[in-house]
């Protein structure tokens, strides 16, 4: 008799090996989709407002970017905006590009800066600072024209309007 019970404990079902595989796969699901959710919703940067002199000209200190940091603007114009960014790059260049891209511009989402790189807050593709305006196309920062004259930077109303198709989808 005992060992025909030894030999149906051995065939009896148990379902706590399933119930902790189970558990674990739903605590990595979760764990997987909170990770998506806030990798997702990253804040988008900020955008000071700024409005070009009589000239048609948005003049910037150039000490402004000394800080190396990326510093985040809009630009509007009857009911078109435009957003764009200016990074000290790491040689030192001043560079400015929209807010956007030629692949992501739809998801309205732009770029952040980690360190030394522009990241695509859509895709999350890298982009060195000093590549800024010298790299175009695909998810690169669309390059936007700008020049420094003495403790300047020049950027032209006209040249932020070129970009106002990046941004018309955007609802703020």
Same mark, same amino acid.
């Given at each position: 008799?005992?060992?025909?019970?030894?030999?149906?404990?051995? +065939? &009896? /079902?148990?379902?706590?090996?399933?119930? !902790?595989?189970?558990?674990?796969?739903?605590?990595?699901?979760?764990? $997987? %989709?909170?990770?998506?959710?806030?990798?997702?919703?990253?804040?988008?940067?900020?955008?000071?407002?700024?409005?070009?002199?009589?000239?048609?000209?948005?003049?910037?200190?150039?000490?402004?970017?000394?800080?190396?940091?990326?510093?985040?603007?809009? +630009? &509007? /114009?009857?009911?078109?905006?435009?957003? !764009?960014?200016?990074?000290?790059?790491?040689?030192?260049?001043?560079? $400015? %590009?929209?807010?956007?891209?030629?692949?992501?511009?739809?998801?309205?989402?732009?770029?952040?800066?980690?360190?030394?790189?522009?990241?695509?807050?859509?895709?999350?593709?890298?982009?060195?600072?000093?590549?800024?305006?010298?790299?175009?196309?695909?998810?690169?920062?669309?390059?936007?024209?700008?020049?420094?004259?003495?403790?300047?930077?020049?950027?032209?109303?006209?040249?932020? %309007?070129?970009?106002?198709?990046?941004?018309?989808?955007?609802?703020?």
């Amino acid at each position: 008799m005992q060992g025909t019970a030894k030999k149906r404990d051995q +065939f &009896k /079902d148990t379902d706590e090996p399933k119930k !902790f595989s189970i558990m674990w796969i739903l605590l990595i699901l979760a764990a $997987a %989709a909170i990770g998506a959710w806030f990798a997702w919703n990253r804040p988008v940067a900020s955008h000071a407002a700024v409005t070009p002199d009589s000239d048609g000209v948005i003049r910037f200190a150039v000490d402004d970017f000394a800080d190396g940091k990326a510093h985040y603007f809009s +630009f &509007k /114009d009857g009911g078109s905006e435009v957003r !764009f960014f200016l990074v000290r790059s790491t040689d030192g260049v001043i560079r $400015a %590009a929209l807010d956007s891209c030629d692949v992501c511009y739809r998801e309205q989402r732009g770029y952040r800066q980690e360190g030394d790189d522009m990241v695509c807050n859509n895709c999350n593709q890298h982009f060195r600072t000093d590549l800024v305006n010298v790299v175009k196309g695909g998810c690169n920062p669309v390059p936007l024209e700008r020049q420094q004259v003495g403790n300047q930077i020049l950027v032209r109303a006209a040249d932020l %309007a070129n970009g106002f198709g990046y941004f018309a989808l955007a609802v703020r």
